[in-house]
């Protein structure tokens, strides 16, 4: 009897190490994976919640960053919605500390805005940092809006 209880210990302690990798090493490899070959990372492609994700009160539009060697200058025309969104996920799609601006953070210049992903600090105060995680996604999001949402330049510049 003690044997068998052994081996079912042993055999669940083994069960949730296999299920502690897949969840933390193996499912996010997978995502980062599928991200990479969708997300394009020369410009913004828009996602339209078939992938399983979104609200249809929300656009999306993922770019797949890297800023180890130079930074990114997104700008753009601003959108005509209430809200709006820029922030970087990490490769386990989680939103990295400090990294995003808004439609309130974000400085606006006539109807326009600009925004550059930098891991240097001190790119200004328009600048998101991605120090913490230098490759990972853009997500670019706009609530509720009211006419199309034009697509965001991006520009790779010196870091």
């Known amino acids: 009897?003690?044997?068998?209880?052994?081996?079912?210990?042993?055999?669940?302690?083994?069960?949730v190490v296999m299920i502690a990798v897949s969840v933390l090493v193996v499912v996010p490899a997978i995502v980062r994976w599928q991200y990479g070959v969708q997300a394009p990372s020369t410009e913004f492609?828009?996602?339209?919640?078939?992938?399983?994700?979104?609200?249809?009160d929300l656009r999306y539009?993922?770019?797949s960053y890297?800023?180890?060697?130079?930074d990114l200058k997104i700008s753009g025309e601003l959108p005509n919605a209430p809200h709006w969104q820029i922030g970087l996920f990490d490769?386990?799609?989680?939103l990295v500390d400090g990294g995003y601006v808004n439609h309130r953070t974000a400085m606006i210049r006539g109807d326009r805005f600009e925004v550059v992903?930098?891991?240097?600090?001190?790119?200004?105060d328009n600048s998101i940092s991605c120090a913490a995680s230098p490759k990972g996604l853009?997500?670019?999001?706009?609530?509720?809006?009211r006419s199309d949402v034009p697509l965001p330049t991006v520009e790779k510049i010196p870091a």
């Open 45 to 56: 492609k828009a996602v339209d919640g078939s992938e399983g994700a979104g609200s249809s």
């Open 91 to 94: 490769g386990n799609m989680r």
């Open 61 to 63: 539009f993922i770019l």
């Open 138 to 145: 853009l997500i670019y999001r706009v609530l509720c809006p």
């Open 1 to 15: 009897m003690a044997d068998m209880l052994l081996v079912l210990l042993l055999a669940s302690a083994f069960a």
């Open 66 to 70: 890297d800023c180890r060697q130079q």
């Open 117 to 124: 992903v930098s891991k240097a600090p001190g790119r200004g």
